[in-house]
């Protein structure tokens, strides 16, 4: 009677133990890993590799830096320069660029605000990219700002007008749908609104 109780109490607890172990995975911080990261007159001008550098500011949350001269000395004087870091979040490949006098974030805590889907190109049955993964790392503080330009991602569908969809879900709730067009900020706050 005694070795039942015993073994009940003991499996209690593993299942308790990986009712709370799952309950965490939720909350774990992605793994980051910085690729490759350079200054300068980005793509095809003069350009530092500032790897090293930027590898070395990445924390237990994620990465903030500022894209200026007094981080990353100034490779050529007069030209607006850009910040761009090639890195893997979770093994999945991803790029950010910020202009000169701009923040990089990459927040590695989960967001409350999820990127079901983002298209960019001559919606809705033109030529378009699938941006899914690009806008979901420009989410911080569980809020998105972006500028829906070609700077950003790319011309699908040179020539034509286009416009950047995002469908997507805040805190588990239902999934809206934010759109706008091209050279316009497309805004979600950190209510999910």
């Not at 894209?67 to 607006?80: I, M, Y």
């Not at 923040?103 to 960019?120: R, W």
């Not at 993964?133 to 809020?143: D, E």
Request: glycine share 8%; hydrophobic share 35%.
């Amino acid at each position: 009677m005694k070795l039942k109780v015993i073994l009940s109490w003991i499996g209690c607890v593993m299942v308790a133990g990986l009712l709370s172990t799952a309950g965490h995975a939720e909350d774990k911080a992605a793994k980051l890993a910085i690729i490759k990261a350079e200054y300068g007159d980005l793509p095809a001008g003069t350009k530092l590799d500032v790897t090293d550098k930027v590898k070395a500011l990445v924390k237990e949350d994620g990465l903030s830096v500022d894209a200026t001269n007094e981080n990353f000395t100034d490779p050529v004087e007069g030209t607006q320069k850009k910040l761009k870091i090639e890195y893997t979040l979770d093994d999945k490949k991803l790029d950010q660029t910020v202009n000169e006098n701009e923040t990089l974030v990459i927040e590695l805590k989960p967001s409350k605000l999820k990127i079901i889907s983002a298209f960019y190109g001559d919606l809705p049955d033109g030529n378009k990219t699938d941006v899914s993964a690009k806008v979901q790392s420009k989410v911080h503080s569980n809020a998105l700002s972006v500028d829906a330009s070609n700077d950003n991602f790319g011309d699908p569908a040179e020539g034509t007008g286009k416009k950047l969809k995002v469908e997507y879900s805040f805190d588990g709730g239902e999934k809206k749908t934010k759109e706008v067009g091209e050279n316009e900020k497309l805004e979600i706050s950190n209510k999910g609104e």
